[in-house]
């Protein structure tokens, strides 16, 4: 069995705008390691200027959100194949803050999944629990459950990332156990139809606590919220996984 590629991925939400692009070049000049794939994920205002400035780097570009329409009359959306036009090489489908603002379903979360593999993209799938449903003993119930729904019947490590995110963990300083996470993680393995396919963890990784995380069986990496908008924070995240 291959093993999983280790994959930084930088989460930029809705933050950045074009006076920021200095921030990815200066990560793509700091950092190379041919062992970790790097991939910054900016707002879609900024996909098309940042995958021209890293042109050459080897740090890629991804997409936050897709359609699962190649065109048509979806105002405000922006479909994979335009992403991938616009010079993406992946993008994040089912964040939590997707499935919970925007309603996403992980039956939604599939067909994007699918649109962006058909246009050449890499879906980075997310799964996580809330707060209410660890509290209930419900954590591996539900993120077992949103992965076999979110996957879609052509999900192989060539086109497809898994990232882990507790929900109560995205951006509140706190971060599940070793053992809570190892947990996660090894039921996901578990669970995928390809055992080359890379797990990541998110939620509030930062760089006094990603050499713990990435030294846990099964996490392959991370998705990374706040901490990927500076350089050097990023920086020191990817020389932990490269060491790890």
């Known amino acids: 069995m291959n093993t999983p590629r280790k994959l930084a991925a930088g989460n930029w939400k809705m933050n950045g705008f074009r006076a920021d692009l200095q921030e990815a070049r200066n990560l793509a000049s700091d950092f190379a390691d041919p062992s970790v794939d790097i991939v910054l994920c900016p707002p879609a205002t900024l996909v098309g200027a940042m995958a021209a400035a890293l042109v050459g780097s080897g740090v890629r570009v991804g997409g936050q959100d897709c359609h699962v329409k190649p065109a048509g009359a979806h105002t405000g959306d922006i479909s994979a194949a335009m992403l991938a036009d616009a010079g993406a090489r992946y993008v ?8 919970a603002d925007h309603g996403e379903t992980s039956a939604i979360v599939a067909q994007k999944a699918t649109a962006a593999q058909s246009a050449g993209l890499v879906a980075i ?10 509290d209930a003993g419900k954590t591996l119930e539900v993120v077992i459950q949103q992965l076999v729904a979110s996957l879609p019947e052509t999900a192989q490590a060539s086109n497809t990332v898994v990232a882990y995110e507790p929900v109560w963990a995205i951006g509140t300083g706190r ?11 090894d039921s996901l393995r578990d669970h995928l139809p390809d055992g080359a396919i890379s797990l990541l963890y998110g939620g509030s990784v930062k760089p006094s606590n990603a050499a713990e995380i990435f030294a846990i069986p099964n996490v392959d990496g991370a998705l990374v919220g706040g901490a990927s908008l500076k350089a050097d924070d990023f920086s020191a995240i990817i020389a932990a996984l490269a060491q790890a």
């Open 92 to 99: 994040i489908v089912g964040h939590s803050e997707r499935r």
């Open 125 to 134: 799938i997310c799964v996580g629990e809330t707060e209410a449903e660890r």
């Open 175 to 185: 971060t599940p156990t070793r053992d809570q996470i190892a947990q996660v993680h």
